[in-house]
């Protein structure tokens, strides 16, 4: 039987050995990786529970093989690694560490473009040469390839679709040089679009689609690494409590498009400020109903409570972006 050490994915693995490096040494690893494996390794660190002795060491084990491996072929190539890795391991064990760094070594062409927006990739694609665009859709993920596809003009798909189908090998040289001019081309584009992208407001409303303890976690963390950012952050963060902000006729609209089983979930254990907004805005009947099913449920798991908050946070956010409703925050609206 495999060990709980021997089944951890790798995400799980990069995730351990930020916590055995600590916050400081972490915070300078994290500043190297792109935002995706920032948010996917800040939650993984959010999920991870007890990390036995065992676990642990192993995969600083693990993370020391890898190193060497790399620096390894970095000097002299695979067989002079294989070679200095055999003296340390035996046989088998180097060519498993031999194996395992090249796949990661291997560089898949426009790597680049799978970390841009699809929008942005559409714009920057659709005046390139069909069979340019058939490149690059053939190296990119499936389903980001298809939605691609569905974007472009009907006759430029059909051609698209026509040469990816009858594509054949393609030499390197050529891979490079178009791989160099779309790679100018999104950054050109990043460049122009900077200003509208990023920012406080874009952090919270990621906060705003996460479960509230990894919510708390980040900002516990900007809180000891940015407090000041932290303190702007939680000024702009909607949360459920917040609910007491909105005016009577935007609790009315939410509450027309929330489960009530959800709303006597989210409503347990909060004060009784939210939950006389709630009540005053309900019809008789509608309270008397909701106060049953309060009182019917009894006890509830504090993670339950704030799932079911977290999903009527998300219908009070989707109508603030739909324009039905006006959270209230920010800058003072100009009334006409």
Same mark, same amino acid.
């Given at each position: 039987?495999?060990?709980?050490?021997?089944?951890?994915?790798?995400?799980?693995?990069?995730?351990?050995?930020?916590?055995?490096?600590?916050?400081?040494?972490?915070?300078?690893?994290?500043?190297?990786?792109?935002?995706?494996?920032?948010?996917?390794?800040?939650?993984?660190?959010?999920?991870? #529970?007890?990390?036995?002795?065992?676990?642990?060491?192993?995969?600083?084990?693990?993370?020391?093989?890898?190193?060497?491996?790399?620096?390894?072929?970095?000097?002299?190539?695979? !067989?002079?690694?294989?070679?200095?890795?055999?003296?340390?391991?035996?046989?088998?064990?180097?060519?498993?560490?031999?194996?395992?760094?090249?796949?990661?070594?291997?560089?898949?062409?426009?790597?680049?473009?799978?970390?841009?927006?699809?929008?942005? *990739?559409?714009?920057?694609?659709?005046?390139?040469?069909?069979?340019?665009?058939?490149?690059?859709?053939?190296?990119?993920?499936?389903?980001?390839?298809?939605?691609?596809?569905?974007?472009?003009?009907? #006759?430029?798909?059909?051609?698209?679709? @026509?040469?990816?189908?009858?594509?054949?090998?393609?030499?390197?040289?050529?891979?490079?040089?178009?791989?160099?001019?779309?790679?100018?081309?999104?950054?050109?584009?990043?460049?122009?679009?900077?200003?509208?992208?990023?920012?406080?407001?874009?952090?919270? #409303?990621?906060?705003?689609?996460?479960?509230?303890?990894?919510?708390?976690?980040?900002?516990?963390? *900007?809180?000891?690494?940015?407090?000041?950012?932290?303190?702007?952050?939680?000024?702009?963060?909607?949360?459920?409590?917040?609910?007491?902000?909105?005016?009577?006729?935007?609790?009315?609209?939410?509450?027309?498009?929330? @489960?009530?089983?959800?709303?006597?979930?989210?409503?347990?254990?909060?004060?009784?400020?939210?939950?006389?907004?709630?009540?005053?805005?309900?019809?008789?009947?509608?309270?008397?109903?909701?106060?049953?099913?309060?009182?019917?449920?009894?006890?509830?798991?504090?993670?339950?409570?704030?799932?079911?908050?977290?999903?009527?946070?998300?219908?009070?956010?989707?109508?603030?972006?739909?324009?039905?409703?006006?959270?209230?925050?920010?800058? #003072? !609206?100009?009334?006409?």
């Amino acid at each position: 039987m495999r060990t709980q050490a021997a089944i951890l994915n790798n995400r799980r693995k990069a995730a351990i050995m930020l916590m055995v490096l600590g916050p400081e040494l972490s915070g300078k690893v994290l500043r190297y990786l792109d935002d995706d494996h920032v948010e996917q390794l800040t939650l993984e660190v959010a999920r991870l #529970d007890r990390v036995t002795p065992e676990m642990r060491n192993r995969v600083i084990e693990e993370f020391h093989e890898m190193a060497i491996t790399q620096d390894y072929i970095a000097e002299g190539g695979v !067989e002079h690694a294989k070679k200095l890795l055999q003296t340390a391991f035996d046989e088998e064990r180097a060519s498993q560490l031999i194996h395992r760094v090249s796949q990661t070594l291997e560089r898949t062409p426009f790597e680049f473009l799978r970390r841009s927006d699809p929008s942005q *990739l559409i714009t920057i694609l659709q005046d390139e040469h069909p069979q340019t665009i058939a490149l690059v859709l053939s190296y990119l993920p499936v389903q980001l390839a298809a939605q691609l596809l569905s974007k472009l003009p009907a #006759d430029t798909r059909i051609e698209v679709a @026509e040469r990816i189908a009858l594509m054949d090998r393609t030499p390197p040289d050529v891979i490079r040089k178009v791989e160099e001019i779309l790679e100018r081309k999104v950054s050109g584009f990043a460049q122009a679009d900077m200003a509208s992208v990023g920012g406080v407001k874009a952090l919270v #409303d990621v906060l705003n689609h996460v479960d509230r303890q990894t919510e708390r976690k980040i900002i516990e963390s *900007l809180q000891e690494t940015n407090p000041e950012l932290a303190t702007e952050v939680m000024n702009m963060l909607f949360v459920f409590e917040d609910i007491v902000t909105l005016d009577d006729k935007a609790v009315q609209q939410v509450l027309r498009e929330v @489960e009530m089983k959800d709303l006597a979930t989210a409503l347990k254990g909060t004060s009784e400020e939210v939950q006389r907004k709630i009540f005053s805005n309900l019809s008789e009947r509608a309270a008397t109903m909701l106060q049953e099913d309060m009182e019917f449920m009894g006890p509830v798991k504090m993670s339950i409570v704030e799932e079911a908050q977290q999903k009527i946070v998300a219908v009070i956010r989707r109508l603030e972006e739909q324009g039905d409703i006006s959270l209230g925050r920010g800058e #003072d !609206e100009v009334v006409v």
